[in-house]
């Protein structure tokens, strides 16, 4: 089937649904009424001879057919929206569009405050959506489309990912007042002690156990959540210990919290901004990101030193 005999923006209804995983959601996007989402994907499921959705719950369920189609659709999609953006140019008070951020449960606090009040003041349509992305999947996501900028650790990932460093400092140690360790403690005592760890994974060791590991040393991890506020919490009314970058324990340290120096000469934990190569020349894509890169600088030069 010839491109030019094919309604595109079907494919546009395609990538909306595949997003929001459901046709009410899919509709307010794109500004249209439900009916007319449901004509236009059973349109695209006859010319395509596949379901491409299925209804599972209240999810529409991606098939396998849609699976493979939504890199490439989403790269055709991307590669229009370019060609308008640059022969247009970019302006933020007119722009309609959703950006979605890959950020871990410590940076959204510290960032997303600060950027979505820029946003409500000088790009009222521009949305952003903030996802934790599996690392081993973070190239793919970014070169598909689906994921436009990503902040995680030094990761090894293909040419065509480009990144900067944005956040760097030493680790801490966050106690509540009052505890054992709080007026001294040095490294056999840190690993006597029990421990929180912050991590979406089911299992694995945080960063800060490499770089013990490494040295032949081993903590006990007692408690181990999704969320800093969280571990945070459970710090004030027990005695396990929260490891975390300098950086964050800044923000969210709270009164009745001590904060420590790692007692350990480990490298400090480097974050990198990530984004595709190809949305380098993207004016919507390039404003956002020197926005990003304008806030995780101020947390960088407002890092308390411990």
Not at 74 to 102: I, K, M, N, W, Y
Not at 233 to 252: C, E, F, I, Y
Not at 266 to 281: T, V
Request: with cysteine.
């Amino acid at each position: 089937m010839h491109v030019s005999r094919f309604d595109l923006n079907l494919f546009v209804v395609f990538d909306a649904i595949y997003t929001e995983g459901s046709l009410t959601r899919a509709a307010k996007v794109l500004n249209l009424t439900q009916p007319a989402v449901s004509h236009a994907l059973g349109r695209l499921r006859d010319r395509l001879g596949d379901p491409l959705f299925v209804r599972q719950g209240s999810r529409m369920v991606p098939t396998a057919r849609a699976r493979a189609m939504v890199s490439p659709v989403r790269h055709a999609l991307g590669g229009f929206q370019r060609c308008l953006s640059e022969e247009g140019g970019f302006d933020p008070t007119e722009a309609e569009r959703t950006f979605v951020l890959g950020l871990r449960d410590g940076l959204e606090g510290g960032l997303l405050p600060e950027l979505m009040g820029q946003l409500m003041d000088e790009a009222p349509g521009i949305r952003l959506q903030s996802l934790t992305i599996r690392r081993r999947q973070m190239a793919t996501e970014l070169a598909s489309g689906r994921l436009d900028l990503a902040c995680d650790v030094m990761l090894a990932l293909p040419e065509s990912i480009d990144h900067v460093p944005v956040l760097s400092g030493p680790m801490v140690v966050m106690m509540r007042d009052g505890h054992p360790l709080s007026s001294a403690m040095d490294l056999p005592a840190y690993l006597a002690a029990q421990h929180v760890l912050v991590s979406s994974r089911r299992e694995g060791p945080g960063l800060e156990d490499f770089g013990l590991a490494r040295q032949g040393y081993r903590r006990h991890i007692r408690l181990r959540c999704q969320h800093y506020q969280a571990a945070i919490s459970t710090v004030q009314k027990t005695d396990l210990l929260l490891t975390l970058p300098a950086t964050l324990a800044s923000r969210l340290s709270r009164q009745g919290l001590v904060l420590k120096p790692f007692p350990a000469d480990l490298p400090g934990l480097e974050m990198h901004l990530y984004w595709h190569r190809d949305q380098s020349g993207d004016p919507a894509h390039s404003w956002l990101r020197h926005k990003v890169l304008a806030l995780l600088k101020e947390q960088q030069e407002g890092q308390e030193t411990f």
